[in-house]
């Protein structure tokens, strides 16, 4: 069955299978479901850590000048 968390409460989206009655005990396992970041396609970008310091981006004894 799936569901939701809202306000840490369970909200099923389904409904619950037949035979089941008020009072029934039930054992509840509960899995995250992955769901993608992005509704597009993405790639790593790859950028070195060293490139994000802000040393060296301005650092006046770069090769870019």
Request: without cysteine; charged residues 35%; glycine residues 6%.
């Amino acid at each position: 069955m799936k569901g939701i968390i809202k306000d840490k409460t369970i909200i099923l989206i389904e409904p619950l299978p037949e035979g089941f009655q008020d009072g029934d005990e039930i054992e509840v396992a509960i899995v995250p479901i992955r769901r993608e970041a992005y509704p597009f396609p993405v790639f790593d970008l790859g950028i070195k850590d060293d490139y994000l310091e802000r040393e060296h981006i301005y650092d006046t004894d770069s090769s870019l000048s």
